[in-house]
């Protein structure tokens, strides 16, 4: 562990003065002057911007033992005009994790996202993203859980858990596994919290279902929806297998994906 740290204090010195080094001080505001013997900015240029004193830059670019803030390693990026992998790397060599995102709810779902959920019939998937508004269906999704039925904008798997007969009946024991579901759905909203749909849909619920209102209260968290889940189709009983991926990690979409459960 410690010739890791180590290793990684040498590699964070040498990514902090290559990256000094390739900026010029009209990139940031600041006159070139007459005289530079080593591109770039200057130490106590980075040191200044950062907000920072120049020994202790000095310090961390020198592959010392310091400690650093995740604030002032995101004032550092912003600095040193780092793009969204440089900014991770940086995070993954100070502090040995990649930097918290903050969740957002809205996207686009992109094309290929899309090609590959249609080419997954016949078996049912949906894309969601953080709020749970399903992006994203294909015919199959759309028979067990009917999607198509609802506008776009009302396309929400949570408000549908608990508003739509439909969904209610078609889940066998809808109250297990809406309360199974909905505390995978607090992971989520965790994640979004500093949006603002996500909390509306929540208010909304809140007035609309009194079963969630006493569940939301309750606070319970579970690892992410996976595994069997029985459906009422056309007065029988079917099992099905699901599982959700992820399939863009900056959009934070997940793909969900019912199966038929195959019998020995």
């Not at 040498?10 to 010029?24: G, I, P, T, V």
């Not at 940086?90 to 249609?118: D, I, N, S, Y």
Request: hydrophobic share 40%; glycine share 6%.
């Amino acid at each position: 562990m410690m010739r890791t740290l180590e290793r990684n204090r040498h590699d964070l010195a040498a990514f902090l003065r290559a990256r000094r080094e390739r900026l010029s001080p009209s990139e940031v505001g600041l006159p070139s002057g007459a005289r530079r013997r080593t591109p770039g900015l200057r130490r106590e240029e980075v040191a200044a911007l950062a907000g920072v004193g120049l020994t202790w830059y000095t310090w961390l670019e020198q592959g010392r033992e310091i400690g650093v803030s995740a604030a002032f390693l995101d004032n550092l990026a912003r600095v040193l005009k780092l793009d969204a992998a440089e900014r991770r790397h940086l995070f993954l060599l100070a502090h040995q994790r990649p930097p918290v995102e903050p969740g957002k709810t809205w996207c686009v779902l992109p094309p290929l996202v899309r090609r590959l959920m249609h080419d997954l019939a016949p078996h049912a998937a949906y894309v969601l993203n953080l709020r749970w508004d399903v992006l994203g269906f294909n015919a199959t999704a759309d028979q067990l859980f009917g999607f198509g039925g609802h506008a776009p904008g009302q396309r929400n798997l949570l408000w549908l858990l608990f508003t739509d007969p439909l969904l209610r009946e078609r889940l066998v024991g809808w109250e297990r596994q809406a309360q199974q579901m909905l505390s995978s759905f607090r992971r989520d909203y965790v994640r979004a919290a500093q949006e603002a749909d996500i909390h509306q849909l929540v208010e909304q619920l809140t007035r609309a279902s009194p079963e969630f209102k006493a569940w939301w209260r309750q606070h319970e968290m579970s690892a992410p929806c996976a595994g069997h889940r029985p459906l009422l189709i056309d007065g029988s009983v079917e099992e099905y297998e699901h599982t959700t991926l992820t399939v863009d990690e900056d959009r934070h979409l997940r793909l969900a994906i019912y199966a038929k459960a195959e019998i020995n």
